[in-house]
């Protein structure tokens, strides 16, 4: 039997020097992995290493002055910069503009800062026509900030349209929203309505703003003393001479491809059809058709008999305004078929206007029959979801600031003070409306592209 060396006895030196073989190999083996190490760490450091006459790693989404770089970065290091894409094609982008989405924009808003003064803010309590009625209603004007004519509040406050960032914020809630055209409710200088000081200086600052956001600018011209077929010819002449030529001024284009401005005639049933048919039909005595200041004229529908009227007058549409539903004949949803069909017949455009609610109690305070509650956006929606199904050309949304008439797409926030609470949109956010705007002007894009299938 062999025996095992003892824990006690000397091993034989022919075990020790194959030991200490073994362990030489091993300390080499281990070195030279080591060695390798190393190097490779140095050659990895190496390509890491900024080159000469680079200060190190940086963002660069330009090249720099002195030429193109011609380097290939690594992996690590590369950035990719994504060529110009349509808007909203990216996170973070606006949403494309919907050139077909029209809405009305005020800018008679005046405070003290800008103004000397609050303007339409302060708007009076305007007495009902029957002096019985309104004897039961109280008399006289709000005091803003606290106290503004309105039953909502803006989340800019009581602010001024000549304040340059109110102008560029409100640029940017519409392009939020998708809208594509703002309908800027104009006079002509020095014949303003008496709760407003001049709104034509603005124009020039609301086309740049509205350049800037990719918006264009049309016009709501309304009415004042001794407006004529005449002198709404003189209002096209200067608006078109003054403004035609800005990049942000709109222009339609028509089926036989021609580019003409389009003007929104509000009131227009005031003046006589025949009256306008000397401006607008290419017989007329003053007619402005094939002339430079010819364009797109749209007539306010409010009575049914107004679509006849507006025919014989020569316009080329004819749109609704008031965001109640029922309140005329022309915002009564149910009517909206039988008005296209009368105006696919005749070659008219129909515009629907389509808002959010209707509430006015705060300046008229005797007309809360036409108030509408906007239902948390359920009312808007249903009345996208009606002018969609007539299939309009262009749809507009009364309004983006009509807050007096509570109207309104933009921001409000919450306010309470010790006489008033003012109503809101929550449980939403204050931009409730203006992503509904941006949802149906998805739509709208969508259903058009069926329609021309």
């Known amino acids: 039997m062999t025996q095992s060396p003892g824990a006690g006895a000397a091993p034989p030196d022919c075990i020790l020097e194959g030991a200490m073989g073994r362990f030489r190999r091993k300390a080499c083996i281990a070195l030279s992995l080591f060695t390798l190490f190393v190097f490779g760490t140095l050659v990895g450091l190496k390509t890491l290493k900024p080159s000469d006459g680079d200060p190190g790693p940086r963002l660069r989404l330009m090249p ?8 290939r970065p690594t992996p690590a290091r590369a950035i990719v910069v994504l060529p110009p894409t349509a808007p909203g094609a990216h996170p973070g982008a606006p949403p494309a503009a919907n050139p077909d989405l029209h809405i009305f924009y005020y800018g008679w808003f005046g405070n003290p800062d800008f103004d000397g003064r609050f303007a339409h803010w302060d708007h009076p309590l305007v007495p009902h026509w029957d002096p019985k009625v309104a004897a039961g ?15 909502f509040y803006p989340e800019l406050g009581a602010y001024s349209s000549r ?31 008496d709760y407003s000081d001049p709104v034509d200086d603005l124009v020039p600052s609301i086309l740049d703003a509205a350049e800037s956001y990719s ?34 001024f709109y222009y339609y284009r028509t089926s036989t491809g021609r580019l003409l401005p389009m003007f929104y005639i509000y009131d227009s049933y005031l ?5 306008w048919a000397n401006l607008f039909t290419p017989s007329g005595s003053t007619s402005i058709r094939n002339t430079q200041y010819d364009g797109i004229f749209i007539g306010l529908l409010v009575e049914e008999k107004h679509k006849q009227d507006i025919l014989e007058s020569g316009f080329d549409g004819l749109y609704t305004y008031f965001a109640s539903n029922g ?18 017949s005749n070659n008219l455009m129909f515009i629907p206007s389509v808002g959010p609610g209707y509430i006015d109690t705060r300046i008229r305070p005797w007309n809360n029959h036409n108030t509408r509650n906007r239902v948390s956006g359920k009312y808007y929606e249903t009345t996208l979801h009606a002018a969609l199904t007539v299939r309009p050309e262009i ?26 609470t003012y109503l809101d949109y929550q449980p939403h956010e204050p931009n409730l409306y203006l992503e509904l705007t941006q949802k149906w002007a998805k739509h ?7 329609w021309l299938m």
């Open 215 to 248: 918006l264009k600018v049309t016009f709501h011209i309304l009415p004042y003393s001794g407006r004529s077929e005449r002198s709404l010819y003189e209002n096209i002449k200067y608006i078109v001479d003054n403004y035609g030529a800005h990049s942000a």
């Open 137 to 151: 209603y109280p008399k006289g004007r709000h005091v803003p900030p606290e106290d503004i004519g309105s039953s």
């Open 271 to 275: 003046t006589p059809p025949a009256a």
């Open 327 to 344: 309140f005329s004949f022309g915002s009564s949803h149910q009517n909206w078929k039988a008005i296209k069909t009368f105006c696919d």
């Open 444 to 450: 709208f894009c969508k259903e058009k592209e069926q």
């Open 395 to 420: 749809i507009s949304i009364t309004s983006f600031n009509e807050w007096n008439e509570g109207t309104q797409i933009e921001k409000a926030v919450p306010k309470k003070t010790a006489q008033f």
């Open 163 to 193: 304040d340059p960032q109110v102008v560029q914020e409100h640029m940017k809630q519409l392009r939020a929203a998708a809208v594509g055209v703002l309908i800027l409710s104009w006079y002509p200088s020095g014949v303003e309505d």
């Open 64 to 71: 720099p002055a002195e030429g193109p770089d011609t380097r």
